[in-house]
């Protein structure tokens, strides 16, 4: 089956300090990976995302590279800010003919001062 | 333009009662999805509607249902609710049915008691 499992949180850096999430996934085919971000008493916003192998995501400064020999989709920014704080979940699909997305079950960022 | 928007924003019930959740698209947008977010974990599948006809449904039991209306707005509905169903619902919406992006309305956060 399809499911997206992601390293537990909370993590907590300081600002200006190097982010890795990990995620991995187990897909049949080749899915589209995602990363989503959740700011508290909202709902989620797309990162970034990426289609196939090899393909790189990026936004905001967030990246993420789809690898499909190791079957992950790590999320690395250089230099995180308080801003950043927030839930943020690695999800894929697979377009068969409905849009149905697997979410892990999120990361908690907390970036302090 | 508007994001998806989502009523009401909370909502109480208790055990045993019928709650309807409503959400409308980006304006374009045809496709909407529901998903259920029970706290600390990642958003799960629960319907895709597009133009007005189920496409996909996740593991949930018959008690949710949910419909498509002819402006592509949507409603959920959940019957004879449990403690269970406490969750925040999210509305997704995409331009088409297999559409790789969907985004995301802020959610309505329904409390059983």
């Known amino acids: 089956g399809n499911s997206v499992t992601q390293m537990e949180g909370p993590v907590t850096l300081s600002e200006e300090a190097f982010l890795t999430i990990n995620c991995t996934y187990t897909a049949t085919g080749y899915p589209s990976l995602f990363w989503y971000v959740q700011y508290p008493g909202e709902g989620l916003q797309l990162l970034l995302k990426?289609?196939?192998?090899?393909d790189k995501g990026s936004n905001k400064g967030f990246e993420a590279t789809y690898r499909k020999e190791t079957t992950s989709f790590h999320l690395e920014k250089g230099s995180v800010q308080v801003s950043d704080s927030a839930v943020y979940f690695c999800?894929?699909?697979?377009?068969?003919?409905?849009?149905?997305?697997?979410f892990g079950s999120g990361t908690k960022l907390n970036v302090k001062p | 333009d508007a994001g998806v928007t989502q009523s009401p924003t909370h909502l109480i019930k208790t055990r045993g009662q019928h709650v309807t959740l409503r959400c409308s698209p980006i304006s374009g947008h045809k496709s909407v999805s529901w998903y259920q977010q029970v706290l600390g974990q990642g958003p799960q599948f629960i319907f895709q509607y597009y133009e007005k006809e189920e496409r996909g449904r996740g593991n949930f039991p018959d008690r949710f249902s949910a419909r498509q209306f002819p402006n592509y707005s949507s409603e959920l509905n959940v019957n004879a609710l449990l403690l269970g169903d406490s969750a925040l619902y999210l509305c997704a919406s995409s331009l088409a049915q297999a559409q790789e992006t969907q985004y995301f309305g802020p959610g309505t956060r329904l409390l059983v008691l």
């Open positions: 990426a289609t196939k192998a090899d």
């Open positions: 999800a894929l699909t697979r377009l068969y003919n409905f849009n149905k997305f697997y």
